[in-house]
């Protein structure tokens, strides 16, 4: 059996190589490395532990996340994260229950949004993943109760909401977004 240690190594080691499958992974290590473990068990074998070590796995990549440097200005934004074509979107099955229907700037998508709030430094403050049809201006909130910022926010006029900005002054946070063509 493998040791914890080496169960963490593999799941590494395998995000950080150009594999683009688990399988195939296993495959090489299993060819190549077959020495560098002690007992390599089977691709399936692996994949049951690596699915209960999870927490392990999840608990060392957040002891290791670097924690962004306090900053006063922050951007957001969303971007699609499409998983299907939109002419298969009455036969997709895999995420039917979560998926939404929205809209971006580059047209319709079937999917999820991204949501992030970065800081000068381009590191991540504040990530969330919504049903592709929420709002950038309703996720805004949730992204701001994980991880508060103070000083600027800049967003794009999707985030344009005199609730919002009112709601987020409170917190010591000026929002700041570009005038619709109509207002």
Known sequence: FLELSEIIFLATWFHLS?????????????????????????????????AQHANAIIALFE???????????H????????????????RHRTFRATAGRGKSSTGWFYGFKLHLIVNR??????????????????????????HPVQG?????RGYISKYYKELLSIRDCEMMTRARSNM
């Open 18 to 50: 150009d594999f683009k499958t688990f399988k195939h992974f296993i495959a090489f290590v299993g060819f190549y490395h077959r020495n560098d473990f002690k007992s390599l068990p089977s691709y399936q074998r692996i994949n049951a532990l690596v």
């Open 63 to 73: 002891a290791l996340l670097i924690k962004p440097k306090q900053d006063q200005i």
């Open 75 to 90: 951007f957001v934004d969303s971007t699609p994260l499409t998983v299907c074509k939109n002419t298969r979107i009455n």
């Open 121 to 146: 430094a381009c590191e991540i403050v504040s990530a969330l993943v919504t049903a592709g049809n929420v709002s950038d201006v309703s996720a805004l909130f949730p992204l701001f109760q994980r």
């Open 152 to 156: 600027k926010l800049f967003g794009d």
